[in-house]
């Protein structure tokens, strides 16, 4: 189920789903005219093929626009925003493939060594553009074969023209250090956080230290990595079946239309259109066994 007949007034939809058939893939068909993806990140890949209007993307580099035949690369963990860069919105296709996805495809068709990714956020590209619309196509027709084929093709493409190895970590310093451990305890109590000063108070830093090394280190301030790290975990649990609610008191959110509000702004579509994609596609793979 896509969420068109909840935008008929606002000219906005969205289908956000997955396909046993496809593991490891994520994606999103949608038209976007007032809404807007706050700052967040993905644990995978983001390859996003604009098909009308504009797109505008906020990257740590500066905001760029893609318009149809543009294809939008995003590396994991790499945290950027979106939303309209003209009063009619953007519609696109975008692949959410996971870092082992495009592992897999890198080893068998690329001499890279490491961990690929992509040095450009964005690139004129028709013909990826429309091999990731047809990846689309060919999913929600049921074609395992021809989806899969296209996955690989467009991937290959991207990375034959546009990929390389990603730069390898330097050294950690001390500011780093302090930032990966608070960012493991937030998780450790993604529930129930301490405030800025109870976590900067048990690093042994202050505050504004705090704020400044985990900014550098994840490129969002800890409030807004813990709002996306919720985020990310209640589409877990909304995967395995929970109900909207649940995730909500099982990630820390107040109540359920705080969850409402975040997942839709960061995932592009509401909990309860997540999870019944979910459902669904758990019913595909169970027909196809």
Do not use: C, K
């Amino acid at each position: 189920m896509d969420t068109r007949r909840a935008g008929e007034r606002t000219g906005e939809w969205a289908r956000h789903w997955r396909w046993t058939a496809l593991p490891g893939l994520d994606l999103l068909r949608a038209r976007y005219v007032r809404h807007t993806f706050p700052l967040h990140s993905h644990d995978g890949y983001v390859f996003g093929a604009v098909t009308r209007g504009v797109e505008e993307v906020g990257l740590p580099g500066g905001t760029e626009r893609a318009g149809p035949g543009t294809v939008v690369m995003i590396n994991p963990e790499v945290p950027h925003t979106a939303r309209a860069g003209v009063p009619e919105g953007w519609a696109y296709a975008t692949l959410y493939p996971s870092a082992s996805v495009i592992a897999e495809i890198a080893a068998e068709t690329t001499t890279v060594r490491g961990t690929v990714g992509f040095a450009e956020a964005m690139v004129e590209a028709p013909h990826a553009a429309h091999l990731i619309s047809e990846v689309h196509r060919a999913a929600e027709e049921g074609d395992a074969l021809a989806a899969d084929s296209l996955l690989r093709v467009a991937v290959a493409h991207l990375l034959r023209h546009h990929g390389g190895p990603l730069p390898a970590r330097t050294a950690r310093s001390a500011g780093a250090r302090t930032a990966a451990r608070a960012r493991e305890l937030l998780e450790e109590r993604l529930a129930d956080p301490p405030t800025l000063e109870q976590l900067a108070a048990e690093l042994g830093t202050g505050p504004f230290a705090l704020l400044r090394a985990f900014r550098a280190a994840y490129g969002m301030p800890p409030h807004t990595w813990l709002t996306d790290a919720r985020v990310r975990r209640a589409r877990l649990l909304l995967e395995s079946g929970a109900a909207p609610a649940e995730a909500a008191a099982a990630v820390g959110f107040t109540d359920q239309p705080h969850l409402n509000r975040h997942f839709t702004r960061i995932v592009g579509v509401p909990p309860g259109a997540y999870r019944r994609e979910r459902a669904a596609d758990r019913l595909r793979g169970a027909a196809r066994t």
